[in-house]
């Protein structure tokens, strides 16, 4: 039940109305005055303050026993028996308890539509809303909550920037650089932006271990003079973890608006957007312990305020009348008609989690996963590994055993109660890059073990001793 140390919403929304000085970390209020959100008028918040953390990090290594009884899902068995290893963090993370009950306590006692109610249910579930959308401002480093705008996911938001921004700014002369290494989310938007206005993509290409030289950066910002480059912070296949806030500096000397896409960083390491400078940051709530159906668009106040709005409906307009329509403020103008009220409740949730383990934390706790599973499946005869070594990558391993189906192996793997994805990750221009038409690939979080490591390279290995060494030794290869 959602509660603000032990106190309801409703009991926070009275002493916010006494004027008591509001929590910070568990479900905060926001900092501008209740009865104009209760109005619908956005007054200009009080820009959060502080780190991009809401808690400093743990000191001390990650422990993902101390944090996995609080995952209900992670207590399941499958139907033949098998403890359940959960190794596809990158397709969509668990949730822990008090996610859930977040959003349950929502819909249990105070959920209503908000900002135009002027009930006292539409008043909590605004307050709760907005006080979410300052966790979410603090989470990233914003600089203000108007920078700070619900999508439904991180190919929302790209596809909004695309509709709102690149119809705005692109034209057949520009150019849009993006890496090889994308996820469809951040080109397919584009190659349609592409269609509609003539302009031309230009992708950078990577070396054999997935990584892109600062002097390719430099090479193709100089020939290719982008309007926009727009790239991912971490590879979802690769795991690579590209120096964005570097390239963003490189991309702004060469005139270039830049945007990241955070979906596979922000779950994972400290995210400060002030730091890396990126003109937008997009990122799913699904893969930061969060429900599915919300993501974040950060955009720096004075593009958005520039912009014109994408979708057109309720919530993002001002008046209008028979003749046409002036737009909302920030953060409204960008969210026409009602908002993930509860997902936004569960994600800002889901952010006070990950935030109590530790980003730093996390983020260390996965490269040793990394690393151990590089040293578990290197030995393995006939398997490739893509990516960098283990202390430039995130928790991802992707790869393929040569002379078996990746389909087969996740099957084989998920007899055995684990769970990873096989398949193109939606990034077919990358594996066509590597060229394999689809991989095998494990993804870490917070609550993964090095046992769990250990049974898949175990069992990597024994599908591969069993169809393929077996199958070579009946068929030696003709020489
Ligand atoms: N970008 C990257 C790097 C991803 O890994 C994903 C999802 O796997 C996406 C974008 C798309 O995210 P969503 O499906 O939540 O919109």
Redesign the pocket.
């Known amino acids: 039940m959602m509660t603000m140390k032990g106190r309801t919403v409703s009991a926070a929304l009275a002493s916010k109305k006494k004027g008591e000085q509001s929590n910070r970390i568990s479900p905060e209020l926001p900092t501008f005055d209740t009865m104009s959100i209760l109005s619908g008028s956005h007054p200009e918040p009080v820009a959060p303050s502080g780190p991009a953390n809401l808690a400093a990090p743990l000191p001390r290594p990650l422990d993902p026993y101390r944090w996995r009884p609080e995952f209900p899902i992670l207590q399941r068995k499958l139907d033949n028996g098998k403890p359940l290893v959960y190794l596809d963090n ?2 969509s993370t668990q949730h822990p308890q008090r996610v859930i009950d977040a959003m349950s306590d929502c819909y249990q006692r105070y959920y209503a539509n908000v900002h135009r109610g002027s009930h006292t249910l539409s008043g909590e579930s605004t307050l709760a809303l907005e006080s979410a959308r300052e966790t979410c401002a603090r989470f990233i480093g914003a600089a203000s909550t108007h920078e700070v705008i619900f999508a ?5 938001a ?1 596809n909004t920037v695309a509709r709102a921004w690149g119809d705005w700014r692109i034209t057949a002369n520009d150019t849009i650089l993006l890496t090889i290494a ?2 469809h ?2 080109i397919v938007p584009w190659q349609q932006l592409a269609q509609r206005t003539g302009c031309k993509l230009e992708f950078l290409p990577i070396d054999d271990a997935g990584e892109i030289a600062d002097d390719v950066v430099e090479e193709h910002l100089r020939r290719t003079r982008p309007k926009l480059m727009a790239l ?1 912070a ?3 296949v690769l795991g690579t973890e590209y120096p964005v806030e570097r390239w963003t500096r490189l991309a702004h000397q060469a005139g270039a608006t830049v945007l990241i ?1 955070a ?2 960083a922000a779950p994972h390491q400290p995210l400060d957007v002030k730091a890396w400078d990126a003109d937008f940051v997009v990122f ?1 709530g ?2 930061l312990c969060g429900p599915t159906g919300i ?1 974040i668009l950060y955009g720096k106040r004075e593009l958005l305020e520039e912009m014109p709005p994408f979708l057109g409906g309720g919530a993002m307009i001002r008046t209008v009348t028979t003749e046409g329509f002036t737009t909302s403020e920030l953060p409204t103008k960008f969210e026409a008609g009602t908002p993930p009220i509860v997902e936004a409740i569960g994600l800002a949730e889901a952010m006070r989690f990950v935030d109590d383990v530790g980003l730093d934390a996390i983020h260390r706790h996965e490269q040793q996963l990394a690393a151990a599973a590089l040293r578990g499946l290197t030995p393995i005869e006939g398997l490739k590994i893509f990516g960098p070594p283990a202390d430039r990558r995130g928790g991802i391993v992707s790869f393929v055993v040569e002379g078996g189906h990746t389909l087969d192996l996740a099957h084989w793997l998920d007899r055995r109660g684990i769970a990873i994805r096989d398949g193109h ?2 990034a077919m221009p990358l594996h066509q890059r590597l060229g394999v038409s689809g991989s095998c690939r494990a993804s870490f979080y917070l609550y993964n073990t090095l046992d769990e490591v250990e049974a898949l390279c175990a069992a990597v290995a024994e599908f591969h001793q069993r169809f393929i060494a077996k199958s070579r030794k009946r068929n030696p290869p003709s020489v």
């Open positions: 990158a397709a439904a996911g991180t190919t929302a790209i994308e996820h989310a951040n991912t971490v590879s979802n896409d979906a596979q799913s699904h893969k993501g990750h939606c």
